[in-house]
């Protein structure tokens, strides 16, 4: 049957597993170019190896970034696994420095499968009460001397800002590589390859998706030899998103512009009026002259936001009051704000902080909002009612 072309403004969904290739002079064409390992095929053979939609996608989230290439995988997880898997070498791999204030997830990936499986050197660089000392991190780096750095731009949930250009910098001059975790800042305020760092990771989850109804992560740069590995990686591991995953991520990517200021917006004056309650102890936001990286998020971030997470700890005389508060505060808000453990999404969010990271974070007031793009006036009312009773 003869095949319309339809004018149709969007991407299809490939939903094939294989494609067609004809016959063996086209299949022999196909395999061979697949080992140079371009961004695009000009022959599809196997949607694990490449997908027209999912390609699509990744070429959505380049412009956003402005990098080379993007690569995207079924879970920020993935993401990250494939960022890291590149640049192992074997018994010859030497050490590599992690700051501490990173996503739970991947400190727990670094624990159980860098160190305990991989055999991964490992090792952990610690951020003050103003945030990460970059005189301290020289001194880590000579005496290190790591092959790859990895940091989050803001991090998860003391929302500190790293001065990832600087860090970037400081890297070059002990050799060493740098990977970011950007999900918190989005590109909409940062773009650390525009650093010099080598991969930038987004949980796609979060803020690209937007409305919490998909898992996905990326990996974006512009050395082409890296994407090359990074292709190789994903194949061999199986890390390809679904092809209906990709169409959908596209769709939401297209209104990301129009949502992420807005929910910085909302977060910034949230915030403010955190700040000043007298039911909390104190409020962690970059975007508050009192958060010890406000000089960084203003230098990085160049006065377009200051993200849309923020933590607060509520007061109270003991542990116990803190967490009959806590809980009752969650309580109170649940009909607008529901505790699900995520962040990004549409709407605002929560999570106790205490019961989800344990030990590290044990101060049993603490709560960390995810702000959404809802109309601030209903997110405000909801908080300020709260508080008054809780």
Not at 155 to 184: E, H, M, Q, R, W
Not at 243 to 254: C, H, N, S, V
Not at 266 to 287: H, Q
Request: charged share 25%; aromatic share 10%.
């Amino acid at each position: 049957m003869a095949r319309k072309n339809i004018n149709s403004i969007r991407m299809p969904v490939y939903r094939d597993s294989g494609f067609d290739l004809t016959d063996a002079g086209i299949t022999a064409e196909a395999f061979s170019n697949e080992l140079s390992n371009s961004r695009e095929p000009d022959l599809y053979i196997y949607s694990r190896y490449r997908n027209p939609t999912v390609v699509s996608a990744e070429e959505s989230i380049m412009e956003l970034e402005g990098c080379n290439w993007a690569l995207l995988a079924q879970t920020g997880m993935a993401a990250i696994d494939i960022a890291l898997s590149v640049f192992q070498n074997g018994r010859d791999t030497g050490p590599w420095l992690f700051f501490n204030e990173i996503y739970g997830g991947t400190i727990s990936f670094v624990e159980n499968i860098l160190k305990q499986k991989r055999g991964i050197d490992a090792q952990y660089f610690s951020p003050g009460e103003n945030g990460y000392d970059l005189d301290k991190l020289e001194k880590t780096l000579a005496a290190v001397r790591p092959e790859i750095v990895y940091v989050e731009t803001v991090s998860n949930p003391l929302v500190i800002v790293a001065d990832v250009t600087n860090v970037t910098k400081l890297c070059g001059k002990y050799g060493a590589k740098v990977i970011v975790d950007n999900t918190f800042a989005t590109p909409w305020l940062y773009r650390p390859l525009e650093a010099g760092t080598e991969i930038v990771i987004h949980s796609a989850t979060k803020y690209f998706s937007g409305h919490g109804n998909l898992t996905a992560g990326v990996i974006c740069g512009n050395d082409m030899q890296i994407m090359q590995k990074a292709l190789e990686y994903r194949k061999f591991a199986g890390h390809m998103i679904s092809p209906d995953d990709a169409y959908r991520l596209q769709t939401q990517i297209k209104t990301f512009k129009l949502r992420f200021p807005k929910q910085c917006q909302n977060a910034l004056n949230l915030a403010g009026l955190l700040d000043k309650s007298p039911e909390i102890e104190r409020t962690f936001y970059p975007g508050l002259a009192s958060h010890g990286t406000n000089d960084i998020a203003r230098r990085l971030f160049r006065d377009k936001g200051f993200g849309a997470m923020i933590t607060f700890d509520l007061r109270g005389n003991s542990a116990d009051e803190k967490r009959k508060r806590r809980d009752r505060f969650i309580g109170l808000v649940a009909d607008r704000i529901r505790l699900i453990p995520t962040l990004g999404d549409s709407e605002t969010i929560l999570m106790p902080v205490e019961p989800v990271w344990g030990s590290k974070y044990p101060e049993p007031g603490m709560i960390r909002l995810s702000v959404g793009f809802e109309e601030y006036e209903e997110l405000e009312n909801t908080i300020i009612s709260a508080l008054e009773r809780v």
